[in-house]
Protein backbone atom coordinates (compact mmCIF):
# COMPACT_ATOMS: atom_id res chain seq x y z
CA UNK A 1 0.00 0.00 0.00
CA UNK A 2 2.69 2.16 1.12
CA UNK A 3 4.46 1.35 -2.15
CA UNK A 4 1.83 2.13 -4.31
CA UNK A 5 1.42 5.68 -2.42
CA UNK A 6 5.13 6.80 -3.31
CA UNK A 7 5.15 5.42 -7.22
CA UNK A 8 1.94 7.33 -7.64
CA UNK A 9 3.36 10.22 -6.05
CA UNK A 10 6.49 10.35 -8.39
CA UNK A 11 4.50 9.47 -11.21
CA UNK A 12 2.67 13.40 -10.50
CA UNK A 13 5.92 14.40 -9.76
CA UNK A 14 7.00 13.44 -13.27
CA UNK A 15 3.90 15.22 -15.06
CA UNK A 16 4.29 18.03 -12.76
CA UNK A 17 7.98 18.26 -13.73
CA UNK A 18 7.34 17.73 -17.69
CA UNK A 19 4.54 21.23 -17.37
CA UNK A 20 8.02 23.22 -17.08
CA UNK A 21 6.59 26.76 -15.92
CA UNK A 22 2.94 25.50 -15.04
CA UNK A 23 4.41 22.80 -13.01
CA UNK A 24 6.10 25.75 -10.82
CA UNK A 25 2.99 27.29 -10.33
CA UNK A 26 1.19 24.01 -9.64
CA UNK A 27 3.82 23.04 -7.42
CA UNK A 28 3.41 26.02 -5.42
CA UNK A 29 -0.40 25.75 -5.00
CA UNK A 30 0.36 22.20 -3.37
CA UNK A 31 2.80 23.43 -1.28
CA UNK A 32 0.66 26.88 -0.18
CA UNK A 33 -2.30 23.86 1.02
CA UNK A 34 -0.55 21.24 1.69
CA UNK A 35 1.47 23.48 4.31
CA UNK A 36 -1.19 25.02 5.46
CA UNK A 37 -3.43 21.68 5.90
CA UNK A 38 -0.52 20.28 8.59
CA UNK A 39 1.83 18.88 5.49
CA UNK A 40 5.22 18.93 6.58
CA UNK A 41 6.71 21.94 4.95
CA UNK A 42 10.29 19.67 4.85
CA UNK A 43 9.04 17.14 3.13
CA UNK A 44 7.64 19.64 0.34
CA UNK A 45 10.69 21.37 0.12
CA UNK A 46 12.65 18.45 0.03
CA UNK A 47 10.65 17.21 -3.12
CA UNK A 48 11.12 20.82 -4.60
CA UNK A 49 14.65 20.29 -4.23
CA UNK A 50 14.63 16.89 -6.04
CA UNK A 51 12.76 17.77 -8.70
CA UNK A 52 14.33 21.16 -9.13
CA UNK A 53 17.83 20.99 -7.49
CA UNK A 54 19.04 23.02 -4.43
CA UNK A 55 19.34 26.46 -5.85
CA UNK A 56 15.44 26.58 -8.14
CA UNK A 57 13.97 24.38 -5.46
CA UNK A 58 15.14 26.76 -2.98
CA UNK A 59 13.74 29.91 -5.18
CA UNK A 60 10.74 28.10 -5.60
CA UNK A 61 9.79 27.56 -2.23
CA UNK A 62 11.27 30.67 -0.29
CA UNK A 63 8.02 32.64 -1.59
CA UNK A 64 5.64 29.81 -1.13
CA UNK A 65 6.94 29.51 1.89
CA UNK A 66 6.26 32.93 2.81
CA UNK A 67 2.37 32.77 1.58
CA UNK A 68 1.50 29.56 3.11
CA UNK A 69 2.77 31.23 6.43
CA UNK A 70 0.65 34.32 5.06
CA UNK A 71 -2.58 32.24 5.02
CA UNK A 72 -2.42 30.44 7.97
CA UNK A 73 -0.95 33.75 9.98
CA UNK A 74 -4.24 35.34 8.41
CA UNK A 75 -6.46 32.00 9.91
CA UNK A 76 -5.05 32.57 13.05
CA UNK A 77 -5.96 35.96 13.66
CA UNK A 78 -9.06 35.97 12.24
CA UNK A 79 -11.31 32.29 12.09
CA UNK A 80 -9.09 30.26 14.41
CA UNK A 81 -8.47 33.37 17.00
CA UNK A 82 -11.22 32.76 19.53
CA UNK A 83 -9.82 29.31 19.93
CA UNK A 84 -6.56 29.92 20.39
CA UNK A 85 -7.15 33.25 22.73
CA UNK A 86 -9.18 30.86 24.74
CA UNK A 87 -6.12 28.51 25.43
CA UNK A 88 -4.28 31.40 25.96
CA UNK A 89 -6.23 32.51 28.31
CA UNK A 90 -6.19 29.44 30.20
CA UNK A 91 -2.86 29.44 30.64
CA UNK A 92 -0.64 32.35 32.60
CA UNK A 93 2.08 30.82 31.13
CA UNK A 94 1.10 31.30 27.43
CA UNK A 95 -0.17 34.78 28.20
CA UNK A 96 3.45 35.47 29.53
CA UNK A 97 4.50 34.28 25.89
CA UNK A 98 2.10 36.63 24.18
CA UNK A 99 3.16 39.53 25.79
CA UNK A 100 7.09 38.13 24.88
CA UNK A 101 5.98 38.03 21.35
CA UNK A 102 4.83 41.30 21.66
CA UNK A 103 8.03 43.04 22.95
CA UNK A 104 10.91 40.87 20.69
CA UNK A 105 7.98 39.93 18.21
CA UNK A 106 10.83 39.66 15.48
CA UNK A 107 13.83 38.66 16.98
CA UNK A 108 11.73 35.15 18.78
CA UNK A 109 9.92 34.32 15.70
CA UNK A 110 13.27 34.59 12.95
CA UNK A 111 15.55 31.80 15.90
CA UNK A 112 11.94 29.97 16.06
CA UNK A 113 11.72 29.98 12.14
CA UNK A 114 15.87 29.29 11.82
CA UNK A 115 15.51 26.41 14.25
CA UNK A 116 12.30 24.96 13.56
CA UNK A 117 11.62 24.36 16.79
CA UNK A 118 7.75 24.54 16.49
CA UNK A 119 6.66 22.80 13.25
CA UNK A 120 5.96 25.06 10.49
CA UNK A 121 1.83 25.74 10.15
CA UNK A 122 1.34 25.15 14.04
CA UNK A 123 3.70 27.92 14.66
CA UNK A 124 1.61 30.47 11.84
CA UNK A 125 -1.62 29.93 13.40
CA UNK A 126 -0.60 30.50 16.57
CA UNK A 127 1.70 33.76 15.70
CA UNK A 128 -1.37 34.91 14.09
CA UNK A 129 -3.28 34.98 17.75
CA UNK A 130 -0.66 36.82 18.96
CA UNK A 131 0.29 40.20 19.39
CA UNK A 132 3.12 40.51 17.04
CA UNK A 133 2.78 42.98 14.09
CA UNK A 134 2.33 40.92 10.49
CA UNK A 135 5.18 42.97 8.77
CA UNK A 136 7.10 41.62 11.71
CA UNK A 137 6.05 37.98 11.13
CA UNK A 138 6.68 38.10 7.20
CA UNK A 139 10.00 39.31 7.55
CA UNK A 140 10.96 36.95 10.13
CA UNK A 141 9.49 33.98 8.62
CA UNK A 142 11.01 34.39 5.07
CA UNK A 143 15.05 35.22 6.48
CA UNK A 144 14.47 32.89 9.04
CA UNK A 145 13.77 30.18 6.80
CA UNK A 146 15.96 30.42 3.88
CA UNK A 147 18.67 28.58 5.31
CA UNK A 148 16.46 25.53 6.39
CA UNK A 149 14.81 25.91 2.66
CA UNK A 150 18.15 25.29 1.33
CA UNK A 151 19.24 22.55 3.49
CA UNK A 152 16.25 20.62 2.71
CA UNK A 153 15.98 21.47 -0.99
CA UNK A 154 19.75 20.16 -1.00
CA UNK A 155 19.01 16.75 0.59
CA UNK A 156 15.87 16.08 -1.95
CA UNK A 157 18.27 16.99 -4.68
CA UNK A 158 20.42 14.16 -3.00
CA UNK A 159 17.98 11.62 -3.16
CA UNK A 160 17.87 8.75 -6.04
CA UNK A 161 14.36 8.28 -5.59
CA UNK A 162 11.18 9.79 -3.75
CA UNK A 163 10.47 7.20 -1.22
CA UNK A 164 14.15 8.09 0.00
CA UNK A 165 12.44 11.84 0.66
CA UNK A 166 9.14 10.34 2.66
CA UNK A 167 11.15 7.68 4.66
CA UNK A 168 14.00 10.17 5.61
CA UNK A 169 16.29 8.37 4.21
CA UNK A 170 18.12 11.14 2.34
CA UNK A 171 21.78 10.46 1.89
CA UNK A 172 23.69 13.23 4.69
CA UNK A 173 27.15 14.70 4.57
CA UNK A 174 29.88 16.49 6.67
CA UNK A 175 28.03 19.98 5.29
CA UNK A 176 24.50 18.94 6.47
CA UNK A 177 25.63 17.68 9.75
CA UNK A 178 27.14 20.51 10.23
CA UNK A 179 24.28 22.51 9.54
CA UNK A 180 22.10 20.60 12.05
CA UNK A 181 24.56 20.70 14.16
CA UNK A 182 24.01 24.95 13.85
CA UNK A 183 20.50 24.36 13.87
CA UNK A 184 20.50 22.73 17.36
CA UNK A 185 22.26 25.31 18.50
CA UNK A 186 20.28 27.85 17.16
CA UNK A 187 17.06 26.36 19.14
CA UNK A 188 19.01 26.35 22.12
CA UNK A 189 19.45 29.97 22.17
CA UNK A 190 16.11 30.76 20.76
CA UNK A 191 14.68 28.42 23.42
CA UNK A 192 16.88 30.89 25.76
CA UNK A 193 15.63 33.95 23.80
CA UNK A 194 11.44 33.32 24.68
CA UNK A 195 12.53 32.24 27.94
CA UNK A 196 14.35 35.46 28.79
CA UNK A 197 11.04 37.94 27.29
CA UNK A 198 8.38 35.47 28.91
CA UNK A 199 10.34 35.64 32.35
CA UNK A 200 10.30 39.82 31.87
CA UNK A 201 6.90 40.03 31.00
CA UNK A 202 5.51 38.11 33.92
CA UNK A 203 8.27 39.93 36.43
CA UNK A 204 5.95 43.44 35.01
CA UNK A 205 3.10 41.58 35.11
CA UNK A 206 3.51 40.88 38.47
CA UNK A 207 4.93 44.37 39.32
CA UNK A 208 1.33 45.69 38.30
CA UNK A 209 -1.16 46.81 40.80
CA UNK A 210 -4.29 44.88 40.98
CA UNK A 211 -7.52 46.25 39.95
CA UNK A 212 -9.40 44.71 42.60
Known sequence: MIDL????????????????????????????????????????????GFLYGPMWGTLLISPAGLLAAAVAFALGRSLLRPWVK???ANSPTSAAVDHAIESGGFRIVFLLRLASIVPFAP?????????IARRDFLLAT????????????????????????????????????????????????????????ARKAINQALLQPSSN
Open 5 to 48: AVHNIAQWLEIIRSLNVVGIALYAAIFVVGTVAFVPASMLTALA
Open 86 to 88: RRL
Open 123 to 131: LSYGLGASR
Open 142 to 197: WIGLLPGTFLYAYLGSLAADVAQIISGEVTTNRSTQMMTWTGLVVALIALLTVARY
